[in-house]
């Protein structure tokens, strides 16, 4: 991996966010536009740089890098899914189901409380991780090739030279495990 992408200990972390009830909301044409405004919102006031991104119907991976002196994520992701949530609730989505919990909490049924997090420890943790994110649509069975998956950064780094137009294919995908043929 180019050292542009090198990891910044403590400051690049991985990130994995579900859908309450995983709802397939995120790759819809108004799931995309609230998500992309949220988002934009919250780096306008609260910048991170997002390294790697993918964006599959009911969850999202992606990995960032902090400002130095600011990793307050947690409060990024609240606001993001704050943003996301008005947004798509304005364009007329549906949530999944209301429990006693998140009435009594005043919570949306959109989101999952939680998120993964982990944060990335050297270039090979990093690079782990960016393979990973990529890798997911195909992980899935959502495509047959990782090209094919439309949301993600995975099209960036093959512009940029990071992987090969090829790379990653259900040939090279046993279990939970991807073999890089390089």
Not at 12 to 37: C, D, K, M, N
Not at 85 to 114: C, D, F, L, P, Y
Not at 156 to 161: I, S
Request: hydrophobic share 35%.
């Amino acid at each position: 991996m180019r050292r542009y992408i090198r990891s910044t200990a403590g400051r690049t972390l991985f990130f994995t966010l579900v859908t309450h009830e995983r709802q397939e909301i995120l790759t819809s044409q108004p799931g995309r536009h609230a998500l992309r405004s949220a988002i934009k919102k919250v780096q306008s006031t609260h910048p991170f740089r997002i390294i790697a991104f993918v964006l599959l119907p009911d969850h999202l991976h992606t990995i960032w890098e902090m400002p130095q002196n600011d990793l307050d994520y947690p409060m990024r992701w609240r606001l993001i899914k704050t943003n996301f949530t008005r947004n798509w609730m304005k364009s007329g989505g549906a949530e999944g189901t209301v429990t006693a919990s998140r009435m009594h909490k005043q919570e949306r049924a959109i989101w999952q409380r939680r998120y993964y997090e982990h944060t990335c420890k050297d270039e090979n943790d990093l690079k782990r991780c960016v393979d990973y994110t990529h890798v997911n649509p195909l992980k899935h069975g959502l495509v047959k090739r990782v090209a094919d998956w439309e949301w993600s950064s995975f099209h960036r780094y093959v512009k940029q030279g990071e992987y090969p137009q090829n790379w990653g294919s259900s040939e090279n995908w046993f279990g939970d495990e991807f073999i890089n043929a390089e």
